[in-house]
């Protein structure tokens, strides 16, 4: 394994390791599911708010934020 071969593979581990961390976190919710959406007032469903846990927005509203990023 020559130099390129080496910094191939600690730069391959370093990324996988920053995704799991990247991932570990958005899991982490840092406030309880709202009942109702944050920006239109309609309803979460229960089923949205266990599925994601922390989610202020209902899947309307995030798909249209998402769009929008």
Same mark, same amino acid.
Do not use: N, W, Y
């Given at each position: 394994?020559?130099?390129?071969?080496?910094?191939?593979? $600690?730069?391959?581990?370093?990324?996988?390791?920053?995704?799991?961390?990247?991932?570990?976190?958005?899991?982490?919710?840092?406030? *309880?599911?709202?009942?109702?959406?944050?920006?239109? #007032? %309609?309803?979460? *469903? %229960?089923?949205?708010? $266990?599925?994601? *846990? #922390?989610?202020?927005?209902?899947?309307?509203?995030?798909?249209?934020? %998402?769009?929008? $990023?």
């Amino acid at each position: 394994m020559d130099d390129i071969d080496r910094a191939q593979a $600690l730069e391959t581990r370093q990324r996988q390791e920053a995704l799991a961390r990247f991932v570990s976190a958005r899991r982490k919710p840092t406030s *309880p599911s709202l009942t109702h959406c944050a920006a239109c #007032g %309609e309803p979460i *469903p %229960e089923v949205r708010r $266990l599925a994601v *846990p #922390g989610c202020r927005l209902c899947v309307g509203c995030q798909a249209q934020r %998402e769009a929008t $990023l």
